[in-house]
């Protein structure tokens, strides 16, 4: 090809690609994901193992964990990055499950197994799980520890993880436990073995002001002592609170039984009560508190409703503490049973002092009442253990409370994979995408056409000089795969 010929086609190309990548890029810039939840089971047979006739075991939630329907476990407050012009997805969550079982007469338990904190890559048209995972190998006993192990292959199918959404979301990720998954797993199963499917939702906050159409979470605003702006606060004399809330997940088992195949129900928040997985949160603190003693109501209400009969609602939730004992009471309304400030559980909670203009109770165990046990219809004694009690006060207006596990926004798109797709990049399979097609309202596709029809030209152009030059002399002769994560 001519010198001449080559520049004019170089120079063209480049001012159209200039003109229109800025266009395409607009999204390739990377940003923080901030709340969310990811749902797993790990494997379900082996929760049918662990807690059958033969390991007699059992499993415990740690890190605000939560259990989700029959044998799955929820995982919280999702950080991470996202890129929607590459599709690159980093997303990790909190939270473990601790498994145990064979026990043996000495009281030990041969088997001992923690998976905690799960983090998802994608890249392009791969996936890959990681877990913290703590196991006693069988056998031997030796417990190894270890951080962050690609413990499972994720199978993402025709998705197309591009996009200019708020949310990603992905739902029965098929998952195959990895070689070096399979070590950590203390050798219960081999490499291949498919895991039970992952799904996770993740909220995307927004960039800089080429992200347009997508809104961050709103933060908190409460402040951190000491941060700009914050002024120290002197607690009140008369020992008012200044803010205040209980957090409380009711019983582990109840709430399974709630969203189980029995009962086939849910429950509801209102009245600014919250949801956090493991437990529910009732904020708007207000009361006292003196020489240890604590007497705060809260605001919220939670409502449990299912088939066989199942309507429970928990209102106007209330918290005492005298003696180091502490009560938690609540409004109870159902067809068999109604109360006003009923006492649900009993919790202890010695030597109560404030720290910062904070005062908290942490995870204190708790029992039933024997009121309690009709507000749940006799389905427990009075005396059963129920899920712990959290609670924390604010005497200073610059004192802040614990954070509440980050579920994120409610799923509402979802993508899944599909087995045999013969496009990889179906509509169905993207996370939500943003309304317009651009963030300056051009479309991606001129891009690879634009492209194309210059090619087109400069192939014609090529092959009109040829054939001039074959005629003038005589004695010359005219000599997707696509990936996913494209």
């Keep these: 090809m001519p010198a001449r010929l080559r520049a004019l086609i170089t120079v063209v190309c480049a001012a159209v690609l200039g003109a229109l990548l800025p266009a395409a890029g607009a999204h390739a810039a990377s ?16 929760q049918s193992y662990v807690t059958g006739p033969i390991a007699k075991g059992s499993y415990s939630l740690t890190g605000g964990a939560a259990t989700v329907g029959d044998s799955q476990f ?33 009281g030990v338990n041969q088997l001992d197994l923690t998976i905690s904190r799960p983090t998802v890559r994608v ?17 031997t006993g030796t417990v190894t520890t270890s951080r ?20 990603v979301v992905l739902n029965n990720l098929p998952a195959t436990l990895t070689s ?9 199963y081999t490499a291949g073995t498919a895991l039970d499917p992952v799904s996770l939702s993740a909220d995307v906050e927004a960039g800089d002001a080429g992200d347009a159409g997508t809104p961050s979470r709103t933060p908190s605003a409460s402040r ?54 493991a437990l529910f949160r009732f904020p708007g603190g207000e009361g006292t508190f003196r020489d240890g003693e604590l007497d705060a109501g809260f605001e919220g209400a939670l409502h449990f409703t299912g088939e066989r009969g199942l309507d429970l609602k928990l209102s106007g939730v209330r918290a005492t503490v005298a003696d180091g004992k502490g009560t938690l009471y609540a409004d109870v309304a159902s067809d068999d049973y109604s109360a006003k400030k009923a006492p649900l559980v009993t919790f202890t909670a010695r030597d109560l002092t404030a720290k910062d203009g904070l005062v908290a109770v942490t995870e204190a165990p708790a029992k039933l009442t024997a ?10 004694r009075a005396g059963t253990e129920m899920d712990p009690v959290s609670l924390a ?78 005629t003038a002399t005589a004695s010359e002769s005219p000599s997707a795969s696509t990936s996913d994560g494209d």
Excluded: N
């Design 31 to 46: 940003r923080d994901v901030r709340g969310g939840r990811l749902d797993w089971g790990i494997k379900s047979s082996f």
């Design 74 to 106: 929820r995982f919280h407050s999702a950080t991470g990055t996202y890129d929607g012009g590459t599709g690159a997805f980093t997303a990790a969550f909190s939270g473990g499950v601790h498994f145990v079982g064979h026990r043996t007469d000495a």
């Design 123 to 139: 890249s392009g048209s791969t996936g890959t799980l990681y877990v913290d995972v703590v196991s006693k190998a069988e056998g």
């Design 148 to 167: 962050q192990v690609p413990f499972a292959s994720l199978s993402l199918g025709g998705i197309d993880m591009r996009g200019g959404g708020d949310t």
């Design 180 to 188: 070096e998954g399979a070590k950590a797993f203390a050798g219960y």
């Design 224 to 277: 951190t002592p000491g941060s700009p702006g914050a002024t120290k606060s002197a607690e009140p004399a008369d020992g008012a609170l200044v803010d205040g809330a209980v957090d409380w997940g009711v019983r582990r088992t109840f709430r399974e039984y709630v969203t189980g195949d029995i009962a086939k129900g849910r429950w509801t928040l209102s009245g600014g009560a919250e949801d956090g997985g």
């Design 371 to 380: 009121q309690g046990a009709k507000a749940f219809d006799s389905m427990y």
């Design 393 to 470: 006060v604010a005497l200073t207006a610059d004192a802040e409370l614990p954070a509440l596990p980050d579920l994120g926004s409610t799923p509402t798109v979802s993508a899944t994979p599909e087995t045999g797709s013969a496009s990889p990049r179906s509509t169905e399979a993207e996370p939500v995408a943003s309304e317009s097609d651009g963030d300056d309202g051009s479309v991606a596709l001129p891009i690879g056409l634009t492209v194309g029809s210059l090619l087109l030209v400069a192939a014609t152009l090529v092959v009109a000089r040829k054939r001039r030059a074959a």
